[in-house]
């Protein structure tokens, strides 16, 4: 099938929206367009205007979206991933199941042509107990890095932090842990909040994060969250400190049960979070199973992703 000369990537968040347009045969970015209007915010706008459907409210949005793009650019198709595909945005998919191949074939996806728009929707997958929309792209687009290993477990950190098992050249099955969205929460809304201040990281916070990890690995986290405060209180500790001593006890618990595991991991992740999962990972697996991919790769995974999906079904 030939591809287009270039396309428009479209990945639309719980809480971010972001258009790029893409040279197809090298994954150039020619133009970028973002916004904080994730489908959580949307949806909530939708719900209170009387006048559109569903799909023409998010479509109007989307449209409008496309017009921030250099003229020339914006009638080219849409390959729109994440959760444009919910029951919160533009038009719900089916998850697919596990397993899925590398290629991405047993995606499920949608071509849409109508209210002036060109668009294929991919949807996300689900295994007996989870879900996800946009990751799944990622591990396609991640592909090439993956085939010198059997086996092993790719991790995408973020607000819910995906594990997705790989062998056989499938990904076969999937781990979402809240270790982002539980972060915010616990450091803005618990208790804890007084005594964790935000800062950004460098070096010194290192040897706060690392006993923070030395606390989420022993799998007690919740009988450990209290010694935060506590020892704001007795030890006066720095709550910028503190900070990354809660990161690392998130973190370290997340990804405790790594330390039983003898299979390759990949990590592919953007800073600073590639740089807290590092020292989490080399903390408790040995650098041969150890494969990292940092932000600018992670960022080129989407667009390989959703090249591929136009590929198999963009005609």
Known sequence: MSLPENFISCDWGTSNFRLRVVETDSLEVL???KTDQGVKTLYEKYLVQPESSQFQFFAQYLKTQILELPQEHRHLRVVAAGMASSNL??????????????????????????????LLLISGVKSADGVMRGEEVQAVGLEEHLLSYARGILLLPGTHSKHITFAHQQF??????????????????????????????????ADAFQAGLELGFTGQLTAQLFSIRARHIIDNRSPEDSYY??????????????????SPVVLAASEPVFSLYRQALESIITPEQLLLLEGETLEKALLIGQKKILALHGN
């Open 31 to 33: 133009a970028e367009h």
């Open 89 to 118: 945005a533009l038009q719900e998919l089916p998850y697919a199941d596990l397993p899925f191949n590398r290629n991405g074939e047993q995606l499920i996806w949608k071509q849409i042509t109508k209210d002036n728009l060109d």
């Open 172 to 205: 076969q099955s999937f781990k979402t842990f809240m270790t982002g969205e539980l972060f915010d929460i616990i450091a803005k809304k618990s208790i804890l909040s007084r005594s964790v201040v935000p800062s950004p990281w460098f070096s010194k916070r």
């Open 245 to 262: 001593q809660l990161s690392g006890m998130l973190i370290g618990d997340e990804l405790s049960y790594l330390k039983e595991q003898d």
